[in-house]
């Protein structure tokens, strides 16, 4: 081997392999904090980076949408086949404070509705509530038989469509319209909307399985820290104003007053 030729062999290449790290150790927990209006107000944990230099964890927080079961937030198995989206909007310690994003109908309970002779009317609205948020709702309604018909099918002609449809679009726009997001989804869940709907349709057709099938917000007011504190603070967690004491009449307080006694001269210059 020539003298002074491959130097390099013995060393080790510049920028070898770096050491692989479980990338969870960098990460920490925070707590999902559900709105008010639902019953389960720990509704779950994420995940995040640790705040690293110019990285912060708050910030990558901030924006992202969790999906929730309607059965979990508020502790009722019958309300499975709703989904709930909330979005974080501020980091407080270890707790990001979520509001309503919007709310989706599972698809298993959308199939098991759609059926043979029968026909489907969708109807769909944007409507802004009180408080400046923009929402766009979806309603899904189903024809159904008359009483004692013998007739296997109960298809509605377009007129009929045509109206209920509008019938649809007025009562999702009067009842959206007149109140703000935090009442609009305690609205939503009993399903109020759908039964309204359902009752002003009878004398066009009759219907059946009327539901708000879905919710989008579209557009949001600028953020307030201090209407999210409301959403997140329940009638419990309110200070006490304390109970009204009633006021005693005239004849009682000059009753209850001490007598003073008069003494001559009393009063007045030395």
């Not at 290449?13 to 990338?23: E, I, N, V």
């Not at 150790?25 to 980076?49: C, H, N």
């Not at 009842?175 to 609009?184: P, T």
């Not at 066009?204 to 007011?221: A, D, H, S």
Request: overall charge positive; some cysteine.
């Amino acid at each position: 081997m020539t003298v002074g030729k491959n130097k390099r062999l013995t060393k080790s290449k510049k920028g070898g392999k770096k050491k692989a790290s479980d990338p969870f150790l960098k990460k920490e927990w925070y707590e999902i904090k559900a709105p008010s209006m639902f019953s389960q107000r720990l509704a779950g944990k994420t995940l995040v980076t640790r705040t690293q230099g110019t990285k912060v964890a708050s910030d990558a927080l901030k924006g992202r949408v969790f999906e929730f079961s309607l059965a979990d937030l508020n502790k009722d198995e019958d309300q499975a086949f709703r989904k709930i989206k909330l979005v974080c909007e501020d980091v407080q310690g270890y707790n990001c404070l979520t509001n309503f994003h919007g709310m989706d109908m599972t698809r298993d309970k959308l199939a098991s509705l759609i059926k043979k002779w029968q026909s489907l009317i969708e109807g769909n609205v944007d409507v802004k509530t009180t408080d400046g948020y923009t929402v766009r709702m979806f309603c899904i309604a189903f024809t159904t038989k008359m009483p004692n018909q013998v007739a296997k099918f109960c298809y509605a002609n377009s007129a009929q469509v045509r109206a209920i449809r509008k019938k649809m679009v007025d009562i999702m726009r009067d009842e959206a319209g007149k109140c703000d997001l935090k009442d609009l989804v305690l609205k939503l869940v009993p399903e109020f909307m759908g039964n309204e709907i359902d009752k002003a349709c009878q004398g066009i057709f009759p219907l059946q399985n009327v539901f708000i099938r879905k919710v989008k917000v579209l557009k949001k007011p600028k953020f307030d820290i201090v209407k999210l504190m409301e959403l997140h603070t329940d009638a419990d967690d309110k200070p006490d104003a304390g109970t009204a004491v009633p006021r005693p009449d005239d004849d009682d307080a000059a009753a209850a007053a001490p007598a003073t006694e008069s003494v001559p001269g009393s009063g007045g210059r030395l």
